[in-house]
C-alpha cells in the first residue's frame, strides 16, 4: 500500500505561481499519478495525470497553466502552477493508481489547501 503526503499549498495572489509536491511511502515508477481538487461545495475534479512513461494529460480548465512532473528516484511528483486564479482555489489531492491483471487500486494523500486571492 502507497502512503502519500501532499505539500507546498498556500495562499498566493491571482496571477501567481505554486508548486505542490506529493511523497510517496515506496516506489511509484509502475504508478500512474494523478492531481485532484476540489473547490468548496464542489465534488472533486480530476486536474492532471502523468503515467508511468510519463504522458501528461489535463483537464481543459487547467491547461497552459499547470504542469505535472515526476521523480521516480525521489518517489515524488510535482504540480507546477502557474498563472493562478481565485477558481484554482481548492483542496487539491494526489492520487497513485497501480494496475495489475486483477485491476487497479487507486490511493489518495490527504491533501493540501491552495487558496488564491483577487
Known amino acids: 500500500q502507497v502512503q502519500l503526503v501532499e505539500s507546498g499549498g498556500g495562499l498566493v495572489q491571482a496571477g501567481g505561481s505554486l508548486r505542490l509536491s506529493c511523497a510517496a511511502s515506496?516506489?511509484?515508477?509502475?504508478?500512474?499519478m494523478g492531481w485532484y481538487r476540489q473547490a468548496p461545495g464542489k465534488q472533486r475534479e480530476w486536474a492532471a495525470t502523468i503515467t508511468r512513461l510519463g504522458i501528461t494529460t489535463y483537464a481543459d480548465s487547467v491547461k497552459g497553466r499547470f504542469t505535472i512532473s515526476r521523480d521516480n528516484a525521489k518517489n515524488t511528483v510535482y504540480l507546477q502552477m502557474s498563472s493562478l486564479k481565485p477558481d484554482d482555489t481548492a483542496v487539491y489531492y494526489c492520487r497513485s493508481t497501480s494496475s495489475d491483471e486483477s485491476g487497479s487500486k487507486h490511493y489518495w494523500g490527504q491533501g493540501t489547501q491552495v487558496t488564491v486571492s483577487s
Open positions: 515506496g516506489s511509484i515508477r509502475t504508478n500512474a
